[in-house]
């Protein structure tokens, strides 16, 4: 399913073959929580803006419109009409995050909708189930998002629970994909590292995790308030100890810059909500620097966003027009934002494999680290 094609000192190339595509990492992943990009970009559109993979939410789809909707409507794919793959977050996330209200048990965890209150309960299996439902490419493991900072005690306890719950999603993953009537019978099933910012919990955890010789696995409970040297450390303890021959997936990371770091210390995959967020108010990535399109400056600027981009947007507006939209609050300068930055990310990962195929990674890193992470 995945293969390492070449290195550069711990930078990876690599390619993941999938039943729903074969893409190339490193990759970004687009975030498509409820089945959309926010900001008015479909499907549709991430296919000519360097997309290879989109990222769905359980939590929210399993709300609206339900799991069981989306399958009877065929899948995700069919229903967003996105052809590539699809990786789908656990929810394990969103129910520490969102939920007020929340009780964890060993057998999963009860919460209350953060729509209308309503009593939810989820456990390993339950995220299995839904995600099957959803038939995605790659199933995100259930697992317990601790808050930051932990104490030791609690992130140990923590640790040993997503333990148990992995091998559970295991078991629950391999009984619905021989199912008959499973909407994706390959669905794969990713393990996620837990431990906060504690070297050995990480590596202990990577160390159990890793004999469950799953398809792919993921470092999750970092980018949430941590200084980003500490995320980078974690990264460089866990390198030694992570699977040389299955994908790394580092969950909801970041800036530019983060995923330049992350790609040379060994991680091959990349989502975060930044690029669309960001653009929703107007801040937009370019190869000098993050622009805020909202300043006066650009009020006369016939200019396109970045002159060393060809991305649809760059190729037909300019910073004034864009700029007026959002003055007038039309929906399109979120649309065309959007649209840049998630252009602007896949991009980036271009640029970064094919540095690494041209063995030109390293001159790359160094010369955009510093540009990547400043501000116009």
């Known amino acids: 399913m995945f293969k390492v094609i070449k290195k550069d000192g711990n930078a990876r190339r690599g390619e993941l073959q999938t039943v729903h595509g074969t893409v190339q990492t490193p990759l970004f992943m687009n975030v498509a929580t409820c089945g959309a990009i926010k900001g008015a970009v479909s499907a549709l559109d991430l296919k000519n803006i360097r997309c290879q993979v989109q990222l769905c939410n359980t939590y929210h789809l399993h709300l609206r419109p339900g799991d069981e909707a989306v399958r009877k409507l065929g899948g995700l794919h069919k229903f967003t009409r996105w052809d590539g793959p699809i990786l789908t977050d656990s929810g394990g996330f969103q129910v520490f995050s969102l939920a007020k209200l929340r009780n964890i048990k060993e057998e999963g965890v009860y919460f209350s909708s953060h729509i209308d209150g309503h009593k939810i309960f989820m456990g390993p299996e339950e995220s299995m189930q839904i995600q099957s439902n959803l038939g995605s490419t790659i199933a995100m493991a259930f697992d317990e998002c601790m808050e930051n900072p932990a104490t030791y005690d609690y992130a140990r306890h923590s640790v040993d629970r997503t333990t148990r719950w992995l091998a559970r999603c295991k078991a629950e993953m391999a009984r619905l994909n021989s199912l008959?009537?499973?909407?994706?019978p390959h669905q794969m099933l990713f393990g996620i590292n837990q431990g906060a910012t504690f070297d050995n919990l990480r590596i202990e955890h990577m160390k159990t995790i890793r004999e469950l010789d799953l398809p792919g696995y993921a470092v999750g409970g970092l980018a949430v308030g941590e200084p980003a040297e500490v995320m980078y450390h974690i990264l460089d303890t866990l390198n030694p100890y992570m699977p040389q021959d299955k994908p790394r997936y580092l969950m909801g990371v970041g800036t530019p810059a983060n995923i330049l770091e992350a790609v040379y210390r060994g991680i091959d995959m990349f989502d975060c909500v930044m690029p669309s967020r960001n653009a929703r108010h107007g801040h937009v990535f370019t190869w000098e620097g993050c622009r805020n399109m909202l300043n006066a400056k650009y009020a006369l600027d016939d200019r396109p966003i970045d002159e060393h981009c060809d991305c649809p947007v760059c190729q037909n507006f300019s910073r004034a027009y864009l700029r007026h939209l959002f003055k007038s609050g039309?929906?399109?300068?979120?649309?065309?934002?959007?649209?840049?930055?998630?252009?602007?990310?896949?991009?980036?990962?271009?640029?970064?494999?094919?540095?690494?195929d041209n063995n030109t990674f390293e001159e790359f890193y160094q010369e955009n680290k510093e540009i990547l992470g400043g501000r116009i």
């Open 330 to 356: 039309e929906m399109l300068a979120m649309r065309l934002a959007v649209m840049h930055n998630i252009y602007f990310y896949n991009t980036l990962l271009m640029k970064i494999r094919d540095s690494l």
């Open 180 to 184: 008959p009537d499973t909407l994706n």
